[in-house]
């Protein structure tokens, strides 16, 4: 019988949960505090909560763009420092930060022309 692991996988798992945790409680932190906003602002009526809503998906939609590039290019700059080209890397990085910021601006802009 073919073992695909043992006892080592769980050498230095302290290091990953030093990491892992405050990570996880900060992620959860946000995830209570948006559904504590919303009983709240539940508590303040129908109209509130819906301006609620509205005013999350929004942030939820102007958020997630820059994060899934943000998710492939820390990919990518991984495989090229895996590959040891720091300098290729670092340009990447660059470029995305960036583009990220550029296309949030753009983002934003275009909700508030169409604001009006």
Do not use: H, R
């Amino acid at each position: 019988m073919i073992k695909f692991y043992d006892m080592s996988v769980f050498k230095d798992v302290w290091v990953y949960l030093k990491i892992g945790i405050p990570g996880m409680l900060m992620l959860c932190c946000e995830w209570w505090i948006f559904e504590i906003l919303a009983i709240f602002t539940g508590l303040l009526g129908v109209d509130q909560l819906a301006a609620e809503v509205v005013i999350i998906n929004l942030i939820t939609f102007i958020f997630m763009l820059p994060l899934g590039i943000s998710y492939s290019a820390s990919a990518l700059t991984g495989n090229y420092l895996g590959e040891n080209k720091i300098d290729l890397a670092k340009k990447f990085a660059k470029v995305t930060v960036i583009f990220n910021i550029m296309l949030t601006s753009i983002v934003v802009l275009l909700l508030g022309i169409f604001q009006n």
